[in-house]
Nanobody, 124 residues
Framework: QVQLVESGGGLVQAGGSLRLSCVATGRTSTMYTMGWFRQAPGKEREFVAAINWSGGGTLHEDSVKGRFTISKDNAKNTMFLQMNSLKPEDTAVYYC?????????????????WGQGTQVTVSS
């Protein structure tokens, strides 16, 4: 089992920045890929970004490219999402997730463990 705890969400004005963190505990040796997803009210959960835990390769969803950056600190078992130039449409609950296999993927069902989420609200 891997436990995930997100933090760093909040209320920010459009154009502002936030940095999300996700701390992993438990059987972290089984982590191969970590990802960020988000879910807005009334919408399905959607992919934001993913990172290879050992090699560091990344994948970002097109709508966040150039604005969001995923990164990690292996020593602290922590993943980050730096979000700049935030837009009202970025408002959602942001979740971190762990995949117990290699390969960067945007599919929610490829991820086995999920955090409880952190709310991000961007005002116009």
């Amino acid at each position: 089992q891997v436990q995930l705890v997100e933090s760093g969400g909040g209320l920010v004005q459009a154009g502002g920045s936030l940095r999300l963190s996700c701390v992993a505990t438990g059987r972290t040796s089984t982590m191969y890929t970590m990802g960020w997803f988000r879910q807005a009210p009334g919408k399905e959960r959607e992919f934001v970004a993913a990172i290879n835990w050992s090699g560091g390769g990344t994948l970002h969803e097109d709508s966040v490219k150039g604005r969001f950056t995923i990164s990690k600190d292996n020593a602290k078992n922590t993943m980050f999402l730096q979000m700049n130039s935030l837009k009202p449409e970025d408002t959602a609950v942001y979740y971190c997730a762990v995949r117990r296999a290699g390969g960067l993927t945007a599919r929610t069902y490829d991820y086995s463990y999920w955090g409880q989420g952190t709310q991000v609200t961007v005002s116009s």
